[in-house]
Each structure stands twice: as C-alpha cells, then as structure tokens.
C-alpha cells in the first residue's frame, strides 16, 4: 500500500495552531492547551503511520482523528467569528481596530487550513485511496485531469492541490480550477465561502474602518 506524505498536513495543523496562539486574550475562547492536544492528537497517528509496520489501524484512528480536528477546527472558527461580530456591535470600546485586523487575519487563515485539511480527507475516499488508485468517485475534478497529456504522469491530487482550493474558494467565493462534483463537496465550499465572505466584508472592513478614522 502506498501511503501519502503526511508533512505538509502536519504543517498545515501547526499553523492553525500558532494562529490561534496569536489571537488576542480576548478573542481568543478556549485555553491555549485545548488547541494544542488536537494538533498533537491529530499528529501522533500520522507519525506513527511513517513508523509502525501497523498501517491499516493507523490509518483507521488517523481517519478518525482528523475528521475530529475539522470538525473542532470549524466549529473554532464559527464561535471566535461570533465573538468578533459582537464586541464589534456591544463592546466595540473594548477592541481596537489593530485587534479586530490580526483577529481577521488569523481567522481567514485557519478557515482556509482547515477546510484544506477536510477537502483532502474526504475527496475520493481520502488519500490512500487516491494513492493506491481505487476505484471512488471524485468530490472534485481538477484541471489536469481534464488534460492528461499536458500532466505529469501518473499525476494524482496531493494536499497542495487541495490547499490551493481552499485558497481560491476563500478569496474568489467560487470555484476556480477544480470543480465540485458531489454535494458535499458543494456544501463545504458554500461554507467555507461564507465564513471567508463575513470575515473580510465584516470583521476586517471594519478593523480598516477604526484604522483610517
């Protein structure tokens, strides 16, 4: 079995982490501790997949395990959103512009890490699955796919591609290059778009706002 390497999730997890470490004390909900044991949880079974000869039941706690992280990771996310939203509108004095842009900022982040994370769980039964070529049907069709003589060979979706579709759907609100096929797919683009959307129209136009005034 071909296992796929997992050091750009990894990185991706820990960025999510350090962002929100560097939210401020009062945006910032749940202990510091708490984030960092759901990173830790989520990359103790994918380094223990490039270490233990027991694949099969890595693969199964990872797949566990990280649909946690991106669930806990969403629901992070919506909740320091809904913070931001109110001290905009009931404390607007108690945070200042230069707090609600970082705030902003490392939100818009995690929301693009996090959903980069959960489009390269789920797309065609995860990433052993695609590795391994097994036959499932896609969430997304990308470009190369389209146009396999213009693709490297034996060209298959990594996590870049799927970090750069979280990318492009948190900064265009649609789909770019890759297209979704199946509804789930959809659904967590809508979400991730409206998340992306509220934050820059909301929370950073009005950081901007108390900046320029």
């Not at 996310?77 to 230069?98: C, F, H, K, P, W």
């Not at 097994?134 to 979706?157: C, H, M, N, Y």
Request: glycine share 4%; aromatic share 10%; net charge neutral.
């Amino acid at each position: 079995m071909h296992i796929e390497p997992r050091w750009p999730v990894v990185l991706a997890t820990v960025a999510v982490l350090s962002l929100l470490t560097w939210l401020p004390d009062r945006v910032r909900l749940l202990p510091a501790w708490i984030p960092f044991l759901a990173v830790t949880a989520l990359i103790v079974p994918m380094a223990a997949l490039a270490l233990s000869t027991a694949k099969a039941r890595w693969l199964r706690i990872e797949r566990i395990v990280t649909l946690l992280f991106i669930v806990f990771g969403g629901l992070t996310i919506v909740d320091i959103l809904q913070n931001l939203l109110y001290s905009m509108v009931r404390r607007s004095a108690e945070i200042t512009g230069l707090q609600l842009l970082n705030s902003s900022i490392a939100v818009w982040a995690e929301n693009v890490l996090i959903f980069s994370v959960a489009y390269w769980r789920i797309d065609r039964g995860g990433p052993e699955a695609r590795a391994n070529r097994a036959s499932t049907k896609p969430d997304w069709v990308f470009p190369q796919e389209g146009a396999p003589e213009d693709a490297p060979l034996d060209w298959r979706p990594t996590y870049i591609d799927y970090l750069f579709l979280a990318f492009c759907t948190a900064t265009a609100f649609s789909p770019t290059d890759a297209q979704p096929m199946t509804s789930r797919a959809k659904l967590l683009m809508m979400l991730e778009s409206l998340i992306s959307l509220v934050t820059i129209a909301a929370v950073a136009s009005r950081a901007i706002n108390i900046l320029g005034s």
